[in-house]
C-alpha cells in the first residue's frame, strides 16, 4: 500500500468517527426531552405533572387508606435544607390533603432552586394529583431565609387496590441545572 491510499484510508476513518460522534451529541441532546415524553405518556420512572392538576369528582373512598411517604434529597450545588413537616400521612383515595415543607438557605448568598418530584412505585404516579405545590415554580432564597410552602394533593381513587403505600421523593436542584437537564425556564 502506498502513502497515499494510506492517507486517503485515515482521512476516511477520521470522517467516520467525526459523523459517529456528532450523531452520538445529537442523541445525547434529544435523549432527555424524549425521556421526559416517554415518562409522562407511560408514567413510568415516577414522574409526576409540572402542573396543576384536576381532581377527581369520583368521591372518597372511606373503605381504604394508602400512606404517603414524602422524602426530600438535596442535589449537589444548592446550600438548602429541604424538610417534610408531615414525613408521612395516611388518606383516603379521593381525600383532599395538605401537608408543608420547609426550604432554609444554609448557604451565604441568594440563591434559586426547584424541587423536582418523583413518585413510587412508579404505577402510582399517573394516581398522585398535584393541585398546589411549590414544584411548579422556582424558589428564592436569601442567606439563612426559611420559607413553608405547602402541597396539595390528591390519590385518585382508581389506584390499584394492591397499592397502599406511595412515596413522593422530592430532589432540590439549582435552577441552572434543571435548566440544563432540559428542565423549565422562568
Known sequence: MDQQQ???GVQRTVIRTLWVLLG???FTVALVPLY????EITGLNGKTADSAQ?????????SREV?????TRSGNGLPWRLVA?????TVHPGQISQVRFEFTNVGEQQSSGRAVPS???SAGARHFRKMECFCFEQQWLQPGESMQLPLVFQVDPDLPKDIRTLTLAYTLYPMDEVVALG???D
Not at 421526559?36 to 415518562?39: E, S
Not at 384536576?54 to 372511606?62: C, E, F, L
Not at 400512606?67 to 422524602?71: A, D, F
Not at 413537616?85 to 400521612?89: K, N, R
Open 6 to 8: 494510506q492517507q486517503a
Open 24 to 26: 452520538m451529541v445529537g
Open 36 to 39: 421526559d415524553v416517554f415518562c
Open 54 to 62: 384536576v381532581i377527581s369528582a369520583q368521591g372518597v373512598d372511606d
Open 67 to 71: 400512606r404517603v411517604q414524602l422524602v
Open 85 to 89: 413537616l408531615d414525613p408521612v400521612v
Open 119 to 121: 413518585v413510587s412505585p
Open 183 to 185: 428542565g423549565f425556564r
